[in-house]
């Protein structure tokens, strides 16, 4: 997926300062968030990713991964180290080379990372990574800077981020491609951040911070074709292992920890048990079975058959925020996200794997991607078909206004996810004074497009900015 975190975003750095003892110093990027609510968002969200996700539960691994990272939890730096935040490990059974952390600790290490690690160091070199992140409140600054209008659900914000796309419709889509400054879609200057206190901790806990680079390296060769899920939350800011390599020389650690019996024994556990499913395999299982009923809340399937109003000729203004003023039929729901929200009528949108769901309906939000409308719409329809595999442009985009502003009109076509069926999309873009992507997307059934196509217009038309 390429796209490209604004520079602007963020005013934070990753200082070139030398101390004394050659270790680059690291400044926590500004945030608006207490240390007290990363906590709370991060408890919020580990439940459910409990709920959601496969754990592996097997003690013996668990454990192992614990004693790594405790390690290195003890060897936070005193000024990163914040009140109420618990370090937790836990292991999930996917196969892909992965690893997330939550605001205020809990830390989720895929099965395929352990697997794929060649040494104990390397293991140890992701866990730094992400135990920087949660150190440096990342995730909460990160929220702090993107956010436009809402906070929203952050948990399920948080848990599609993780997740992923393709089991979402063209929302999540919009939602993970627009905002790459989702919870744990790290910028390029928080990665080169967490790999230099990453570094840090590692050598103070008697690792080698190269074999963090060498973990990195493994990830990039895995992808294939495609990205690694990793890499999309954790971009390389470039010259990743040379700088790792400088810091590691600065550190200079004596006889480092690379291989350890445990290490070794917790693969060849890992070697004895059945494969590990991709998280497409898990997600595909889950919905399939009952799993994917518990999940879509009561009375907002989105599955073939379901009954959904006809749009009501009555019509209600929401103001989002101090962004914009949007008029939807009646009979539409708000449905706040973080970063975006979508007005949908009942049984017209769901959630799946919490990232949501929508047949019928428009959802708004801003993308901050950059570059003339063109080519930033462009990045959103590639961002968008990165999550949804059949969109296709069904011609050019056409030039139109918003609220006096100069748009783009996209038709776009797309088979549901959720239903199967083919559905048709109206992609709206302007660009907001910041020079970030606004966005108007609005999609029925193909067979219901006659009806909604004239409302999904006017409800473009009635957009008004307020910034
Ligand atoms: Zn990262």
Redesign the pocket.
Known sequence: MKRQVSAAILATFVAGTALVTGQTKVTAPNNRYSPAEDVKLGREAAAEVEKEMPLLNDSRVDGYVERVGARLVQNIPAEFRHNGFRYTFDVVNLREINAFALPGGPMYAHRGMLEQAKTEGEIAGVLA??IS?VALRHGTAQASAAQPYAIGQIGSAILGAIIGGRTGEIVSGVGQAGFGVAFLR?SRE??KQ??ILGAQIMARSGYDPRDMASMFRTIEREGGGRAPEFLS??PNPGDRAEYITREAQALRVQNPVRNTQEFASVQARLDQMPPAPTTEQAVRGATAGNEGARRAPEGTSGRPGARVEAPASGTVTYNEGDVFRITVPANWRELAQQGSVTFAPEGGYGADSGSSVFTHGVQAGIARIEGSLEDATRQLISGLSQSNPQLASTGNSTRTTIDGRPALRTQLSNVSDATGDRERIMLFTTQMQDGSLFYLVGVSPDGEWGRYQPVINRVATSLRFLR
């Open positions: 990574h992400e992140h790290y928080y990665e967490a790999d939350n954790h």
